[in-house]
């Protein structure tokens, strides 16, 4: 919920960082849709700031990690090897989230 910046997994509410919360936003906004780090860079953290990818990558095994402790399945989010990241575009695999 982009309105009061909560994240829930099967009914739990999700503890997220700001930044965690912008890149799972970002991610479910068109599911399926694969982005790149650099994408990824520049809608959560913006211009400005010297992000690498590997940041990114921190970033989304601990949001994996959070995902998965409230019930919810880890493989939501995808790596596109070589390419970047996207949620998977079939939740009934990957759980309740929203």
């Known amino acids: 919920d982009d309105a009061t910046r909560r994240a829930h997994v099967s009914g739990k509410e999700l503890e997220?960082?700001?930044v965690e919360f912008d890149l799972l936003a970002s991610l479910?906004?068109?599911?399926?849709r694969v982005y790149t780090r650099a994408q990824l860079i520049d809608r959560?953290?913006?211009d400005g700031f010297a992000i690498s990818d590997r940041t990114v990558d921190s970033h989304v095994k601990a949001l994996r990690k959070?995902?998965?402790?409230?019930g919810g399945d880890p493989g939501l989010i995808e790596t596109v090897r070589g390419v970047g990241y996207r949620v998977t575009d079939r939740p009934d695999e990957a759980g309740d989230v929203s």
């Open 44 to 46: 959560v953290w913006g």
């Open 66 to 70: 959070k995902v998965h402790e409230a």
């Open 16 to 18: 997220l960082t700001r």
């Open 28 to 32: 479910l906004e068109s599911p399926g």
